[in-house]
């Protein structure tokens, strides 16, 4: 049976509404348009990506600059989207980006990295390039592991069958080494693929005792149905898109420790937080949600089986791209509503000297002109593959 579809028999454990207590909530930056990732440096500045293309330095004196711009890719969910500082930053001052680029017809992701120079980013290098791209399905998260090596997730660039072809890195969670070698335990040998079977993973965080788990856009669309996933990913495993969508009882695939069904929450950055600052959140991982539009809060145990799944801030701010936790363990959130999106700061007690700052070079939303570039693209590409068969 080429797609194993089974529907789950276990019941899903429910997602509700927690009592959190009252948090403070300070808008940090308004005005942007779907910034995609926010890191923090080790002298209190701040760095985030915009999907349009720029990359802004927030430095510690709070000053706001653009410090490096990409042309804007023509994708709808691709562009300017994952950023991670070296392990070392401090003294190398590396900084990684995820990137979707237009080359000929075909959408290509490249991870690059440069030196940060002041408020400009210098010495740039390809460190990883050859992921398939498309105007849907790019992936675009990358983090350091406890290991010290870069995870990539990579979507199924609308190709599924990519997902399961362990010769393209198409649908995966990369690893490579900072200087984009592959590490010698890697499960594949020569390659960079650390999982497979994925269709548009967006968020990987790591517990305090190293368990690495995800964030997966299920089918909801193309298949009429939702199944977005949490899942921990283990090394070499094959997690069943497009052959499984959902739970399987096949041993060859991992199941998620949870999915939403026939509903959708669009489950995208996420981070765990571990720190008392705010308790009700301690040793949680806290998920973005775009099309559920809130911050889920997903307790797993040890042993890597799902506790429970609670909402936070639903309705509140739109939808919610990534959570971060900066240097001082308080809460970071990027909204991701194509429109005045906001990075919002969240503690439990109000915070001095609060300055917000409004972009002013962040006022077009260009997602009309996307979905145009992408439609013509994806014809482009048909083409080609009709004209290659007829020759």
Avoid: C
């Avoid at 706001?64 to 991670?84: D, M, R």
């Avoid at 995966?172 to 999982?195: A, C, E, H, Y």
């Avoid at 590409?381 to 290659?388: A, E, N, R």
């Amino acid at each position: 049976m080429r797609f194993l579809v089974i529907v789950f028999l276990i019941a899903l454990f429910p997602i509700t509404v927690p009592a959190f207590g009252d948090l403070n909530v300070d808008i940090l930056v308004d005005g942007l348009n779907n910034p995609w990732e926010i890191v923090f440096g080790p002298d209190g500045e701040i760095y985030f990506t915009e999907r349009d293309g720029r990359i802004w330095k927030i430095g510690e004196s709070g000053e706001v600059k653009v410090i490096q711009t990409f042309p804007k890719s023509g994708s709808i969910e691709g562009g300017t989207l994952g950023l991670a500082l070296h392990p070392e930053f401090e003294k190398n001052k590396k900084i990684y980006v995820y990137q979707t680029n237009l080359e000929l017809e075909f959408f290509q992701n490249k991870v690059f990295s440069f030196r940060v120079d002041n408020d400009a980013l210098t010495e740039k290098q390809i460190i990883i390039e050859d992921i398939p791209g498309a105007p849907w399905h790019d992936g675009g998260r990358i983090k350091f592991g406890p290991d010290g090596k870069l995870y990539i997730t990579t979507g199924d660039a609308i190709n599924p069958g990519w997902s399961q072809d362990l010769s393209s890195l198409a649908g995966k969670i990369l690893r490579i080494n900072p200087d984009g070698t592959i590490p010698d335990d890697n499960p594949f040998d020569s390659s960079p693929v650390f999982s497979y079977g994925h269709r548009n993973p967006q968020g990987l965080a790591w517990s305090q005792d190293g368990m690495l788990v995800s964030s997966e856009h299920g089918p909801s669309g193309e298949m009429g149905y939702g199944h977005d996933e949490i899942n921990v990913i283990l090394k070499g495993k094959n997690y069943g898109w497009p052959k499984v969508v959902g739970n399987s009882f096949d041993d060859d695939f991992v199941n998620p420790i949870t999915h939403s069904g026939q509903t959708t929450w669009a489950p995208s950055g996420m981070v765990f937080y571990n720190s008392d600052k705010i308790p009700s959140l301690n040793e949680k991982f806290l998920v973005g949600a775009l099309k559920g539009q809130h911050l889920m809060v997903v307790d797993v145990a040890k042993d890597g089986s799902l506790i429970g799944v609670e909402k936070m801030f639903e309705g509140e701010f739109g939808r919610i791209r990534t959570a971060q936790i900066g240097p001082d363990d308080t809460l970071y959130l990027l909204t991701a509503n194509g429109d005045n999106d906001k990075i919002i700061r969240i503690s439990e007690t109000p915070l001095e000297d609060v300055k917000k700052f409004t972009s002013k070079e962040s006022v077009d939303d260009f997602t009309t002109l996307y979905a145009v570039i992408g439609i013509v693209g994806i014809g482009i590409i048909v083409g080609s593959v009709i004209l290659k068969r007829k020759s």
